[in-house]
């Protein structure tokens, strides 16, 4: 045989090899098909318009809409829950769901997380794809009260940052200046466990202070910022243009968003063109990804 016809078989041989690969690597674990196919059709389970675990995982896994409606492209029959916990008891309930949290949630009975890409939520490498910030955001000059607790919130609080998220900086001292006042904090139900549990802690070392913590939405937060009704916005999504316009903001801690499945579901690993795929309609059926 001439150099040319093995340079050419072995031409062939390669290219069938990698395509042999990007085929395997792509399907679902011939076990887990039969049970994959018993699931039906897909339960896509999203969170409300507003919600800054949607406006993140939207853009994130590449289905935003263009324009400044802000919409994303999340199939029109997909089901709504307007928190986290409510993704978390649909999916618990129904086999064939999908839907996708705030990693500080995850772990409740019925559900399990999803590897993204290879990558765990629990990496710590920052490798994971789907992180995003935690924001408080106000408007204009923080007053005594206000800027003694974001300084606690910057400092001493990381400590109760660390037991659930990443923190954005080191625990430090913190001596509290004894102001007197109430802190309106309104905005994201993925924040408002954490901001809870950091405003308890800061008043029982500023007796002076009352802080009550409202859930709503990043939207609904921020826009209660900006027209007064609130003192700062909790935010789980990066801030529009013209919100930085309005508005000062700082980072609180680092969070990762969690796609979760329901026990049943044989899947341990999913990727973003798949969920962007799911997420738009463009696949239907569980048995669709094999």
Known sequence: MTRKKWSFLFTVCLVTALIGCGQKNSQVDKNNS??????????????????????????????????????????????????????????????????????GTTGIEGVKTLEINGEAVSDNKGKYPLTRSFYLSYSGTLNDVEQDFMTYVQSAGQEI????????????????????????????????????????????????????????DSTKGLNSVMSGNCDMAMSSRDLKDYEKELLNYNTVAKDKIAVIVNQKNPLSDITLYMLKSIYTGGVKNWEDLQ
Not at 171 to 194: P, V
């Open 34 to 103: 039969e049970e994959l196919n018993k699931l039906g059709q897909i339960q896509v389970i999203s969170r409300e318009e507003g919600s800054g675990t949607r406006d993140t995982f939207a853009s994130l896994a590449g289905f935003n809409k263009d324009g400044a409606d802000g919409i994303d492209k999340t199939v029109n029959t997909a089901t709504i829950a307007d928190s986290m916990d409510s993704v978390i008891e649909t999916v618990s309930k129904n086999p064939s769901a999908i839907g996708y949290v705030s990693a």
């Open 161 to 216: 940052v660390s037991g659930h998220y990443e923190t954005i900086a080191k625990n430090a001292t913190f001596l509290s200046n004894q102001s007197e006042g109430t802190i309106r904090i309104e905005g994201s139900t993925s924040m408002a466990a954490l901001m809870k549990e950091i405003a308890d802690a800061y008043v029982k070392i500023n007796t002076h202070a009352t802080i009550p913590v409202t859930a709503t």
